[in-house]
């Protein structure tokens, strides 16, 4: 590439290279390891680039019209446009201080201009800060059966995403602070932290939560993060993510996991399940993600008060009345029960795993 010659890094200055780079969508090693220059710095250098304009032109007038020198006109310009005013050195020639009444108009103005947008920025940014941290403790607290997910990588990222399609509360712990301002602008509730360290799982409501996810980069963090949990709660649900490396799932499960997924090992599956099984697993994707389409794969939790608890699914009606298909029902403590007969009874706490239109089987939800 290009871009990777011994010259060009030399030659060209880094804020030169990263804009070239990024505008060129260039993918190799030396280009990825350039800094992103973001909108706020860009900012930022349009901010600075008239003071450096001002200290180089300043002075520059002052030579060609005053004779000075370098430092005396780079003194009178400093004096100038902070409102100091002058003492011992001041502009002698007509064309000077007309220079200097146009330097005063212009510069006082912007370094007027400058030091309001820094006091404004301290100012505003602290108490921006300071009311969105109470918000965000605020809504901690009020958080029942949530979520906690620990770490928001790219697996981290799919699971928030997930659980806000479905209106699932969670809160994100994540120590990376340009990843928490993303997490802010995507509204998501975080903590800044160590998900391992107890005072902050406590803060993310692990007593009140219905369930933590381990995802962050390495299994030993993983595993501190399951004794943690386990620990405070003994009840949670537990899920964490395992690199796939021999005895690593095991190790997980000892320490309090309650399931253990590697992402490898069931991306391997599911490129060779589309291989043998193509069809079958389009059907899976359409019944899980198709809620576009109006189909939907979905678990329902029977409780004591449902009118079919206790009636076989051709009392319940659940066909005629809904147009729904029982694949499956899940017992507490027992083995599940695929494509259960009419006869089948429904049970206070069994879990059906139904599949049909999205609408019926919302209306579903709302008499259990």
């Given at each position: 590439?290009?871009?990777?010659?011994e010259?060009?890094?030399?030659?060209?200055?880094?804020f030169?290279?990263?804009?070239?780079?990024?505008t060129f969508?260039c993918?190799?090693?030396?280009c990825l390891?350039?800094?992103r220059?973001t909108k706020?710095?860009?900012?930022?250098l349009?901010f600075i680039?008239?003071l450096l304009?001002?200290?180089v032109i300043?002075p520059a007038?002052?030579?060609?019209?005053?004779?000075t020198?370098?430092?005396d006109g780079?003194y009178?310009?400093?004096?100038?446009?902070?409102?100091?005013g002058?003492?011992?050195?001041?502009?002698?020639t007509?064309?000077?201080?007309?220079f200097t009444?146009?330097?005063i108009?212009s510069g006082?103005?912007?370094?007027m201009?400058?030091?309001t947008q820094?006091t404004?920025?301290?100012?505003e940014?602290?108490l921006q800060?300071?009311?969105?941290r109470?918000k965000?403790?605020?809504?901690m607290?009020?958080l029942q059966n949530h979520y906690i997910?620990?770490g928001?990588?790219r697996?981290?990222?799919?699971i928030?995403s997930?659980?806000?399609?479905?209106?699932?509360?969670?809160v994100?712990v994540?120590?990376?602070?340009?990843?928490?301002r993303?997490l802010?602008?995507?509204g998501?509730?975080?903590?800044?932290?160590d998900?391992s360290?107890?005072?902050?799982l406590l803060?993310?409501?692990?007593r009140n939560a219905?369930?933590?996810v381990?995802v962050?980069?390495?299994?030993a963090e993983n595993?501190?993060i399951?004794?943690?949990?386990r620990?405070i709660?003994?009840n949670?649900?537990?899920?964490?993510?395992s690199?796939g490396?021999p005895?690593v799932?095991k190790k997980?499960?000892?320490a309090?996991?309650?399931k253990v997924?590697?992402?490898y090992?069931i991306?391997a599956?599911?490129?060779?399940?589309?291989?043998v099984?193509?069809t079958v697993v389009?059907?899976?994707?359409l019944?899980m993600?198709?809620?576009e389409?109006?189909?939907?794969?979905?678990?329902?939790?029977?409780?004591?008060q449902?009118?079919f608890?206790?009636k076989?699914?051709?009392?319940s009606?659940?066909?005629?009345?809904?147009d729904?298909?029982v694949?499956?029902?899940?017992?507490?403590?027992?083995?599940m029960i695929?494509?259960?007969?009419?006869?089948?009874?429904?049970?206070?706490?069994?879990?059906?795993i139904v599949l049909?239109d999205?609408k019926q089987?919302s209306?579903l939800?709302k008499t259990?």
């Amino acid at each position: 590439m290009w871009c990777e010659s011994e010259e060009w890094f030399i030659m060209k200055p880094i804020f030169i290279r990263s804009y070239l780079c990024r505008t060129f969508a260039c993918d190799c090693q030396s280009c990825l390891t350039l800094p992103r220059y973001t909108k706020k710095m860009r900012k930022y250098l349009l901010f600075i680039a008239p003071l450096l304009m001002f200290l180089v032109i300043g002075p520059a007038g002052y030579i060609f019209l005053e004779g000075t020198s370098f430092l005396d006109g780079l003194y009178l310009t400093i004096i100038t446009i902070s409102t100091v005013g002058y003492g011992d050195i001041a502009p002698t020639t007509s064309a000077g201080r007309l220079f200097t009444v146009l330097l005063i108009f212009s510069g006082v103005g912007y370094v007027m201009y400058m030091f309001t947008q820094i006091t404004e920025a301290m100012v505003e940014g602290g108490l921006q800060r300071f009311v969105e941290r109470r918000k965000m403790q605020k809504k901690m607290t009020r958080l029942q059966n949530h979520y906690i997910v620990c770490g928001f990588g790219r697996i981290g990222q799919e699971i928030c995403s997930i659980l806000r399609e479905n209106n699932r509360s969670f809160v994100v712990v994540e120590n990376d602070e340009e990843v928490l301002r993303e997490l802010d602008e995507l509204g998501y509730i975080a903590l800044q932290g160590d998900a391992s360290d107890d005072d902050i799982l406590l803060k993310a409501g692990i007593r009140n939560a219905q369930g933590l996810v381990a995802v962050v980069s390495t299994d030993a963090e993983n595993l501190y993060i399951t004794l943690t949990a386990r620990g405070i709660n003994p009840n949670l649900f537990i899920l964490t993510r395992s690199s796939g490396t021999p005895g690593v799932a095991k190790k997980l499960e000892r320490a309090g996991a309650t399931k253990v997924i590697s992402p490898y090992s069931i991306g391997a599956r599911r490129m060779a399940q589309l291989i043998v099984r193509p069809t079958v697993v389009d059907f899976l994707d359409l019944a899980m993600q198709a809620r576009e389409l109006g189909l939907c794969m979905e678990e329902l939790l029977i409780t004591e008060q449902a009118s079919f608890a206790g009636k076989s699914l051709l009392q319940s009606g659940l066909r005629r009345k809904y147009d729904i298909i029982v694949v499956a029902i899940k017992r507490p403590d027992l083995p599940m029960i695929f494509n259960p007969g009419p006869d089948t009874k429904i049970l206070p706490n069994d879990i059906l795993i139904v599949l049909g239109d999205n609408k019926q089987i919302s209306f579903l939800e709302k008499t259990l």
